[in-house]
């Protein structure tokens, strides 16, 4: 994930998880998980887990992941459905998930985010990408 002037630069992200440490096999982590559509109704899961200090606090790291996320997308809308515009504002002002169940993940779900073929593919000079998300109805 890049992260530049504070914001997460990267749309195709799904969800952002976490969980503190918890005992000796369960660490403390922050859990990034996007999705790509390969082909029409064929999609692609990737997850990104952060092993973090046992000090930290992944729970207020991933809320201030996912909150960035949620600005980055309201300003810069690209095309954003509007059914996904209201659920994005309120994870600009989402509060700290619960800790999960030992050996689970608290999660932020986006309602939406942007798939882009194979990571991010270029036609013709022009970015090709769609919103998919349970905020649109889609997966």
């Not at 990034?32 to 999609?43: R, S």
């Not at 809308?77 to 509007?82: A, E, F, I, S, W």
């Not at 659920?87 to 169940?101: G, K, M, V, Y």
Request: some cysteine.
């Amino acid at each position: 994930m890049s992260v530049k002037t504070g914001q997460a630069q990267y749309p195709w992200i799904s969800s952002i998880g976490f969980r503190p440490k918890q005992s000796f096999l369960n660490g403390c982590e922050l859990l990034i998980t996007t999705q790509q559509e390969i082909e029409e109704d064929v999609n692609h899961f990737n997850r990104l887990t952060v092993l973090l200090t046992a000090g930290a606090d992944s729970g207020e790291l991933s809320r201030q992941v996912v909150q960035r996320l949620a600005q980055h997308h309201l300003l810069d809308r690209d095309g954003l459905p509007d059914s996904a515009v209201s659920e994005f504002e309120a994870l600009c002002e989402a509060t700290r998930l619960s800790n999960p169940e030992k050996g689970s993940h608290s999660v932020y779900y986006l309602p939406a985010f942007k798939s882009y073929p194979y990571g991010v593919g270029y036609s013709n000079g022009q970015l090709e990408n769609s919103w998919l998300g349970p905020g649109l109805g889609t997966t």
